[in-house]
């Protein structure tokens, strides 16, 4: 059965300490990882899809890396708007996607 | 550009009612995906509608259901409201089938008293 599987559940920050969730999976097939953002009682917001191993993107304060087994969303220099539920996902070749549970951030002034 | 948008926002059924809840993709996009968010589950994939047909659907009972329409938006719908029933519903979009990525709308909060 196709795993997602995200640590830690949550992560306390200071303004400015920089840190990294992660997210590892086991799937029969890999079509692509995705991060999501989530506000409380919003919907997801896309941040980043990788594709393949060796794969980074970056967006302001965010990066995500891919490996065979996981991949890693490095939040630095955090600020307190970056505080949110962190999502990932995979797309396991059945065209719908499985999420892990999430990674809970806050980040305080 | 708009995104997805959702309606109702909130909705409050008893149980045993029907709900029919309403998604409207992102112009352009042709696959429309519905999530359950229930609390302390995460997201569940519950159905996937292309081009109109039903492509696949998660381990949910028959009485959830849908269709898309020929302008791409889509109703769910459930049958027989359960307690259990009460999560945030989500609804997706995507460019083209499967690797694209999704993008998620804002939710309609359902609960069932």
């Known amino acids: 059965e196709d795993q997602v599987t995200q640590s830690p559940e949550a992560l306390r920050l200071q303004e400015g300490e920089s840190s990294s969730l992660n997210c590892s999976y086991t799937v029969s097939g890999l079509r692509g990882l995705f991060w999501y953002r989530q506000d409380p009682g919003k919907g997801p917001e896309f941040l980043f899809t990788?594709?393949?191993a060796g794969e980074e993107k970056e967006k302001e304060r965010l990066k995500a890396t891919l490996t065979k087994k996981e991949s890693f969303l490095h939040i630095t220099a955090p600020k307190p708007e970056d505080s949110a539920t962190y999502l990932c996902a995979v797309d396991p070749n059945d065209y719908k996607l499985s999420f892990g549970a999430g990674t809970t951030v806050t980040v305080r002034a | 550009e708009a995104g997805v948008t959702q309606s109702p926002t909130h909705l409050i059924k008893t149980r045993g009612q029907q709900v029919t809840l309403r998604c409207s993709p992102i112009s352009g996009h042709t696959s429309v995906y519905w999530y359950q968010q229930a609390l302390g589950l995460g997201l569940q994939f519950l159905l996937w509608y292309d081009e109109g047909e039903e492509r696949n659907r998660g381990n949910f009972p028959p009485r959830f259901s849908g269709r898309q329409f020929p302008n791409y938006s889509s109703e769910l719908n459930v049958n027989a409201l359960e307690l259990e029933d009460s999560a945030l519903y989500l609804c997706?979009?995507?460019?083209?089938?499967?690797?694209?990525?999704?993008?998620f709308g804002p939710g309609t909060r359902l609960t069932v008293l």
């Open positions: 990788l594709y393949s």
């Open positions: 997706a979009s995507s460019l083209i089938q499967g690797v694209d990525t999704q993008y």
